[in-house]
């Protein structure tokens, strides 16, 4: 029987959990608050009420996956700044259990359920959200999976790379597919897509993943470039360790702790969801109006070297 080769703890980190301090202080919670050049003390998640002038005051975001991890805390983020935020995923119970909290806090949000790697879902999530809300003014495509298993690839399975492609890279086809023609009627509109730091440099053992992240970065460039004239801007972010549940399932399943896995990053931690989903915001607003097609490295300097 071959021996299965050893996944480096790189490769697990982006079998799927995806991350960012880069820009972090660009989009703080108190605008007039003095710049910070911190890359070890993380800032807390918002706590209090909801602001219905905040930031995103009225604005409609749409968010996928975002029943835990990356998308969760955007959307909780997104909805304490005074946005209207329409999200799914698969796991009903967590998702109502969401927009339950954001409702207690003052924020306004409404959980539907959809899998994203089905394009009726998909239709009809992004239907629902204007039926509901009149337009979708902020779209964040986050849903994604890790591969089923580490493996080099003539040891993957057509079934488990089809499963992690309909998902991560079908799934942002599809989102920008159905979001798209609502933003050209508006003439307006901004696209997040989740992609990764595997979508920039390869890692043995999960070719699913893999391939799926630099297809996200690959559309996003594609759509950025056919939609600029048209008032729509479509960037990505490429995270790295976040720690969210699929970085907890992984360390386990390979045996690593977040300290080891943190000496591969520059900063030598572990970046927190409420940092990806304030570099989230950043691309978001308008203070970055001219980042367009881009693949913001968000990891916390993994891609630096």
């Not at 029943?67 to 999200?87: K, L, P």
């Not at 913001?296 to 070297?305: E, F, H, K, Q």
Request: aromatic residues 6%; hydrophobic residues 40%; contains cysteine.
């Amino acid at each position: 029987m071959t021996e299965q080769p050893q996944p480096s703890r790189r490769a697990i980190l982006t079998s799927g959990a995806t991350g960012a301090v880069a820009l972090a202080t660009g989009i703080a919670a108190d605008a007039a608050a003095p710049a910070s050049a911190n890359t070890q003390n993380p800032p807390a998640p918002s706590t209090g009420r909801a602001d219905p002038r905040g930031r995103f005051a009225d604005k409609v975001v749409l968010i996928t996956g975002a029943t835990s991890g990356i998308g969760q805390a955007t959307a909780y983020e997104m909805a304490r700044q005074g946005a209207h935020v329409f999200f799914c995923g698969r796991r009903e119970e967590l998702g109502r259990r969401h927009e339950r909290e954001i409702r207690r806090f003052g924020g306004e949000a409404t959980y539907m359920r959809a899998d994203v790697s089905k394009e009726d879902d998909v239709r009809a999530f992004v239907s629902e959200c204007v039926r509901r809300y009149g337009r979708v003014d902020i779209a964040f495509n986050n849903a994604g999976i890790e591969s089923p298993k580490a493996a080099p690839l003539h040891q993957q399975t057509l079934s488990d790379f089809e499963q992690v492609w309909r998902t991560n890279a079908a799934g942002v086809f599809l989102a920008m597919k159905y979001e798209i023609p609502h933003m050209l009627r508006q003439k307006a509109g901004v696209i997040v897509n989740t992609a990764s730091i595997s979508a920039e440099v390869g890692f043995a053992t999960i070719s699913p993943y893999n391939a799926s992240k630099h297809a996200v970065a690959s559309l996003t460039k594609v759509a950025a470039l056919e939609y600029a004239d048209k008032n729509l801007r479509i960037n990505a972010l490429a995270p790295g360790a976040v720690d969210t549940p699929m970085l907890e399932r992984a360390a386990k399943a390979f045996g690593v702790t977040y300290e080891q896995i943190a000496q591969d990053y520059p900063i030598k931690r572990i970046v927190q969801p409420q940092e990806m989903a304030r570099v989230v915001m950043w691309l978001a607003s308008d203070d970055a109006t001219a980042v367009l097609g881009t693949d913001i490295d968000a990891s916390g300097g993994y891609l630096t070297g």
